[in-house]
């Protein structure tokens, strides 16, 4: 099966916009056949802030003595086997104050682990180089403008997802997303809407495209001759 793990974490219950497009993307995937899909919604089954700061390293890399429950770890392990067993990320990252909701650093931390995702001194090992990860954001306001506010969560994502882990990053946006709420956006209504429409136009395509190709991939190396 071609698998997809897809992550969301608005903390709207109804109306969320990246929501929608990453459940566009999600529809699409299952569309093709032969594949599967993992869904965590990161803010109604949250991840635990990570337990122990030894966790961010893999076990021969961790100081002597250090003392990490069972349960602590294997909780972590199951995170970064979902991660790797997929053959897609899909992460639903609406902007909260500038950067990730606390929810999907809350995950990040526990998968970017040095010598097991990411390299780090003897242990050069980067699993999921090359792998599709596929970024929806949500934004209320817009962010055009150099001399404004910043997005903090790009960089991040960037900097763990696509610098330490090697993953292939694809952003879809939509911004002024508060344009409906706040009266003093209502200028920027139809920027919105016609980025709301692009992005879950562009999900869907992406969505099926990338299945395809997994299911593709997977029946070429089923039969070991490199074609598809
Ligand atoms: C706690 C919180 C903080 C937010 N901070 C920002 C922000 O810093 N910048 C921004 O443009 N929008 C901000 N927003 C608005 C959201 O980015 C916007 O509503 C977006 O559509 C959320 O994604 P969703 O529709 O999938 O829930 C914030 C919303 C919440 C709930």
Redesign the pocket.
């Known amino acids: 099966m071609a698998h997809l793990l897809r992550l969301d974490s608005?903390?709207?219950p109804d109306g969320?916009?990246?929501?929608a497009i990453t459940g566009a993307f999600a529809d699409a995937w299952s569309s093709v056949a032969g594949t599967s899909v993992t869904w965590r919604n990161l803010h109604n089954d949250s991840v635990p802030h990570l337990p122990h700061a030894d966790l961010h390293c893999a076990p021969p890399l961790r100081p002597t003595g250090a003392t990490i429950s069972h349960r602590v770890e294997e909780f972590q392990l199951e995170l970064v086997g979902e991660l790797i067993g997929a053959d897609v990320l899909l992460v639903?990252a609406?902007?909260?104050?500038?950067t990730l909701p606390s929810t999907l650093k809350a995950w990040l931390d526990h998968v970017h682990v040095l010598g097991m995702t990411a390299p780090f001194l003897e242990l050069d090992t980067q699993p999921l180089a090359g792998r599709p990860a596929i970024v929806v954001s949500?934004?209320?306001?817009t962010y055009d403008d150099d001399a404004g506010p910043a997005d903090h969560a790009r960089p991040v994502l960037d900097a763990v997802l696509g610098g330490a882990m090697g993953m292939e990053l694809t952003y879809i946006g939509a911004d002024a997303?508060?344009a409906d709420l706040v009266p003093a956006m209502a200028p920027l209504k139809e920027r919105a809407e016609s980025e709301r429409a692009a992005a879950l136009a562009t999900a869907a395509e992406l969505g099926e495209r990338l299945a395809r190709e997994a299911v593709a991939a997977e029946g070429a190396a089923a039969r070991g001759d490199g074609t598809s």
């Open positions: 608005s903390a709207r969320s916009v990246s929501r639903g609406p902007l909260y104050n500038y949500a934004r209320g306001a997303t508060l």
